[in-house]
């Protein structure tokens, strides 16, 4: 039994015409969200502009969410912070909000000190501070620090350590993770380049920018994998690549808050530094949309 298992979307954030961020907004995104075959969402990953928002306007975000949400439907929450008694701290309030577990980004400021042994003093003491499980979360291509699968080894013994979400597209590493993790450890996929190689590999599921656009195609390629149908599979991860380059590698968080506006969410403008897309990219965007019916005028969660 791997707790978690299943496909989220990090959910954005969407903020109002003052640059605060708009609940009501956020809370009919997730509204959306919750027709969709998704089996949860996350708040305050590195898609919501996590590291952008005050403590007050995060823990804002997660109770919106959380009041939007049926118990049934898995949250997870974002709380890494650079220091170990900060993200206890984010951790302990998140819980308090209701959230069913924590996603800890790997702390990377002073990045020549991010050893192993770092790593795993850091999150064992979060893991026997928090109240609810904890995911790690390794996201290189942000953090310039890479969380190894030695640390996966330790780290998936702790008790209240019941996942990782891996969003590097490094496959070696990804298959070292799946073998040094402790059985019933779960191991999420996090980057849309290599959904189906991490699938076909044994990931327990996924984190994907790209579920927030196209959910029911990320949700038919996991279904498809765990039926053994991977030709299928292999076929719709095809199809859907386009779109994950953009709203992923090549646009980042200003691709997909305009790609979900474009499919009827309220992406609104992301926070600066961060700047809208250029006209060309919703251009690009839009026709990806529209070549897998996804846009506004169509069902959304096709």
């Given amino acids: 039994m791997h707790k978690f298992a299943g496909i989220y979307t990090p959910l954005a954030t969407p903020f109002a015409a003052d640059a605060s961020l708009d609940a009501r907004a956020l809370a009919r ?4 969200y919750l027709k969709t075959p998704l089996t949860g969402l996350v708040v305050l990953g590195s898609n919501g502009e ?3 928002l005050d403590e007050d306007e995060a823990d804002l975000a997660i109770k919106t969410v ?3 949400m049926p118990k049934d ?3 997870l929450a974002g709380t890494g912070r650079e220091s170990t008694a900060a993200t206890i701290a984010a951790t302990k309030r998140a819980a308090d909000l209701g959230v069913d577990a924590v996603l800890v980004r790997t702390p990377s400021f002073y990045k020549g000190q991010m050893t192993t042994d770092v790593f795993v003093r850091h999150y064992n003491a979060v893991a026997d501070r928090s109240p609810v499980p904890v995911l790690l979360y390794n996201v290189t291509m942000y953090t310039g620090v890479n969380l190894l699968p030695d640390a996966i080894g330790i780290l998936s013994r702790h ?3 019941v996942g990782v979400k891996e969003t590097n597209s490094d496959m070696v590493q990804f298959g070292e993770y799946l073998s040094k993790a402790e059985e019933g450890f779960t191991v ?3 980057s849309g380049a290599t959904y189906y190689s991490a699938l076909a590999l044994g990931a327990h599921g996924a984190i994907l920018a790209v579920g927030g656009v196209a959910p029911k195609l990320c949700a038919d390629i996991f279904n498809a994998v765990r039926a053994g149908r991977f030709e299928d599979a292999k076929a719709m991860h095809r199809r859907l690549a386009p779109l994950s ?3 992923g590698a090549q646009y980042g968080v200003p691709g997909l808050k305009a790609a979900i506006t474009l499919c009827g969410f309220e992406g609104g403008q992301p926070r600066p530094p961060l700047q809208p897309v ?3 990219a919703v251009d690009a965007i839009r026709a990806a949309l529209a070549e897998l019916n996804l846009l506004e005028t169509s069902d959304v969660a096709r």
């Fill in 29 to 32: 995104n997730v509204d959306k």
């Fill in 50 to 52: 996590a590291p952008q």
């Fill in 66 to 68: 959380r009041d939007a």
């Fill in 73 to 75: 439907r898995p949250l």
């Fill in 159 to 161: 008790p209240n350590i």
């Fill in 188 to 190: 999420l996929a996090g």
């Fill in 245 to 247: 380059k953009l709203v």
């Fill in 278 to 280: 250029p006209q060309s």
